[in-house]
């Protein structure tokens, strides 16, 4: 197949009206759908319905060390919940704290107290200063850059490569500006390319050179057991380990929670860290309440049990993704693949599929979907700033809709991002 660079001007404009014919055509089918979040759908809340089953009036409420759970007390989550989350992310009970249904709010609440407090020993709080600036691998998860683009940082975008951020942009720049604090990362299937972090880029965030003696790395394990193909899960370096053996375990915060696994809105989320900053955060927190949901806890432990039963859940979500993600994957390489206009990463786990269109080409792409009935995520959120300098990628989440819902949206998505691509060759020639 010709790349569509190579075609002439005379065939581009025979091309573009063929396309445009087809566009029309979708135009007039009446499509609704939304693309634009990476959703659970109802049947892998269905797979969890037993857990409400799990407590009813006459199960007994007291936790693993004897207390009610319906009253005060296990202000840093109760046991049994600690041990499931201390086995997912390889951490000991003195740094995890097991908090609400949000791992979002939890990164929200942390940055403000490094802004309002310092958490690391010794550090000043951040608003004291003339200027934070943090670090965004790009494209990466438009909440975490929202988060500090609030709170009033300077976000830097950070290159993202096959095994994870260009650590070579990271050390140079942490190396030689103090008012550099952080950096957001999603280590295992990052969102949006389904990037795992190899064992020596983790090595690189525990071991580089700092000028900011308070830099923190934002650690979001979203996708810790999300693996589409259970024979081949990819696996990431623990890196409190890493801080350690480096010398600074205060170096890292590490985030996760059942949001995915479990019930979107009704899941359990835990943070962890060192056991010196968890004393900090603990002090902070003490404050602001008394505890977090250990009803929701004890249902999650005792329906899990351990880590062997949410992997085992797991691999039964797994077999409801894997046929949405190979229904997009499969379009593309069937109707784009060998054309020049289009890249994409096929991830081996995680919520969403990252595609790379035309430089220019990524606002139009969304727009022209948009205009035909499918809502994707909007073109440069994957970016600081909503801003994408190549304004090229958008992200594809196909865990919400139906199998024949994304035959129909993929299929539009592929024609859109043809036309725009031949829309944008046909200005040159």
């Known amino acids: 197949m010709s790349q569509y ?8 404009e025979h091309l573009h009206r063929e396309l445009m014919r087809r566009y029309e055509d979708w135009k007039g089918r009446g499509l609704s759908l939304d693309m634009s979040r990476g959703k659970p759908a109802g049947d892998q809340f269905d797979l969890i319905s037993g857990m409400l089953d799990t407590l009813d009036s006459k199960s007994s409420l007291k936790s693993a060390d004897g207390s009610d759970c319906r009253n005060y007390g296990d202000f840093d989550g109760i046991p049994e919940c600690k041990a499931l989350f201390c086995e997912m992310l390889g951490v000991s009970f003195d740094e995890l704290f097991v908090c609400g249904n949000s791992s979002l709010s939890i990164m929200y609440d942390a940055i403000g107290k490094m802004i309002l407090h310092g958490v690391r020993k010794g550090a000043a709080p951040w608003c004291r200063l003339d200027k934070v600036k943090f670090l965004c691998p790009s494209p990466g998860y438009d909440r975490h850059f929202a988060i500090t683009e609030r709170y009033g940082f300077e976000l830097i975008p950070i290159e993202m490569t096959a095994e994870g951020p260009d650590m070579d942009q990271v050390e140079r720049l942490v190396a030689s500006d103090e008012s550099i604090k952080g950096i957001w990362c999603v280590p295992k299937y990052s969102n949006p390319q389904g990037i795992t972090y190899s064992d020596e880029t983790v090595r690189r965030f525990a071991r580089m050179k700092t000028a900011a003696k308070d830099f923190m790395i934002m650690w979001d394990n979203a996708y810790a057991v999300h693996d589409l193909y259970p024979g081949d899960r990819d696996q990431v370096l623990n890196i409190l380990d890493e801080c350690k053996k480096a010398g600074d375990p205060d170096r890292v915060m590490i985030f996760a929670s059942t949001s995915k696994i479990s019930y979107a809105g009704a899941g359990v989320a835990a943070f962890a860290c060192s056991a010196d900053n968890m004393q900090r955060m603990k002090k902070l927190m003490s404050i602001q309440t008394i505890g977090f949901d250990k009803i929701n806890m004890l249902r999650h432990a005792r329906y899990f049990g351990n880590l062997d039963g949410i992997m085992t859940h797991m691999d039964r979500q797994a077999q409801l993704l894997r046929p949405k993600f190979k229904t997009v994957l499969d379009a593309f390489e069937r109707r784009l693949a060998g054309k ?3 890249e994409w990463v096929n991830p081996k786990g995680g919520y969403f ?16 979907c948009k205009s035909a009935g499918v809502v994707l995520t909007s073109a440069g959120a994957t970016f600081p700033y909503g801003i994408d300098p190549r304004d090229r990628n958008i992200r594809v989440a196909p865990t919400y809709p139906t199998v024949p819902e994304l035959e129909q949206a993929v299929a539009l998505l592929c024609l859109c991002t043809e036309l725009a691509a031949v829309e944008k060759l046909l200005l040159k020639k």
């Open 353 to 368: 599929i990252s595609l790379d269109v035309m430089d220019g080409c990524a606002k139009r792409v969304v727009g022209l």
């Open 5 to 12: 660079s190579e075609l002439s001007h005379v065939e581009l």
């Open 340 to 342: 020049g206009i289009a």
